[in-house]
């Protein structure tokens, strides 16, 4: 067998196939097969040597465009914020003294609506509003920097300006209490909450505020250990702007066991809750347009029947 022979036999990886007799007998066979190997071996060290290096300078940029990918997500759409107060007890931590609740908050929605009641908002407090918690500053610009990414991934506190709560008034609402039996009304609707801290009242504080347009009244399910438009009536009646809300808190994710969606409790779904507010804001409500609109199909049939204008719109409509 001649090394020609030898090189036309190659196995699937470019090896030559010989037989172990012919390679004994073969000077140049056993020849041919060494080189190839040697060559193959070189062959496959130099790619591997390649596709580290292209890795290694594709890194920085892989890296580069994921921060971007981050940071667009976290100002747009979604952001984790990590719940270091006690003041949404039981809905958030679970436990007395328990901390470190992780939720995660849409900021697109109130792009295309504003809040509604019953949902958990994080907004920025006013200048008023204390902080509810007291967060120690890094001492050096790495540590703070580190830090500040944490609060934006949703595992270090954020800032001490930044409030968890409850929507429970929108513009326009009368919110009182308390009635007789000790409940919150909302335009004369009691609310029922259950999700209120086992043994907490609604309120021991009264009060009696309509919200202004834009703005919201906004409580802590742990009323005894939540300073929060109650607390603030001096400034703007304790209400907030809604510009200054960052978004909807939809969803629990830490810890593991206490995943689960933070739904509108049915309370604030009650008939009647919604379109009492809406004459109040100077809008036509739903149930007027449908009279009015309903009125107007009354008089177009009742005209078609008898031949004659039954309705001031429609005699002017008919000159």
């Not at 849409?106 to 509003?129: A, M, Q, T």
């Not at 506190?157 to 326009?172: E, L, Q, T």
């Not at 609402?173 to 335009?187: E, P, W």
């Amino acid at each position: 067998m001649s090394a020609d022979d030898v090189q036309g036999r190659r196995n699937q990886w470019g090896v030559p196939r010989v037989l172990p007799g012919v390679a004994q007998s073969n000077p140049e066979a056993r020849d041919a097969m060494t080189d190839g190997t040697d060559e193959t071996e070189q062959a496959a060290r130099t790619r591997s040597r390649h596709r580290g290096s292209t890795f290694r300078r594709e890194l920085p940029f892989l890296v580069l465009i994921a921060l971007v990918l981050a940071l667009l997500i976290k100002t747009f759409l979604v952001q984790a914020f990590f719940i270091p107060s006690g003041s949404m007890e039981r809905t958030l931590h679970g436990c007395t003294g328990c901390r470190g609740d992780r939720v995660l908050v849409n900021k697109l929605v109130y792009r295309v609506r504003d809040p509604h009641r019953g949902e958990i908002v994080v907004f920025k407090g006013p200048p008023s509003w204390q902080p509810e918690f007291v967060e120690s500053q890094p001492g050096n610009v790495v540590t703070r920097l580190l830090h500040e990414v944490g609060a934006a991934l949703g595992v270090a506190a954020p800032s001490n300006k930044d409030f968890i709560k409850r929507v429970i008034g929108v513009g326009g609402d009368h919110v009182v209490c308390c009635d007789s039996a000790g409940r919150i009304t909302v335009n004369g609707r009691a609310l029922d909450e259950p999700y209120l801290y086992p043994g907490a009242h609604p309120s021991d504080q009264p009060f009696d505020v309509v919200v202004p347009k834009g703005r919201l009244w906004v409580m802590g399910d742990h009323r005894n250990d939540s300073a929060d438009s109650r607390a603030h009536q001096a400034d703007h009646l304790g209400t907030i702007p809604v510009a200054d809300v960052i978004g909807r808190a939809f969803v629990r994710v830490w810890p593991p066991g206490r995943w689960g969606v933070l739904s509108v409790p049915r309370t604030f779904g009650q008939r009647g809750l919604v379109s009492l507010a809406l004459p109040v804001l100077g809008l036509v409500s739903g149930g007027s347009w449908r009279s009015s609109r309903n009125r107007r199909r009354g008089c177009r049939r009742r005209t078609r029947r008898s031949g004659r204008a039954r309705c001031p719109w429609a005699a002017r409509r008919r000159t």
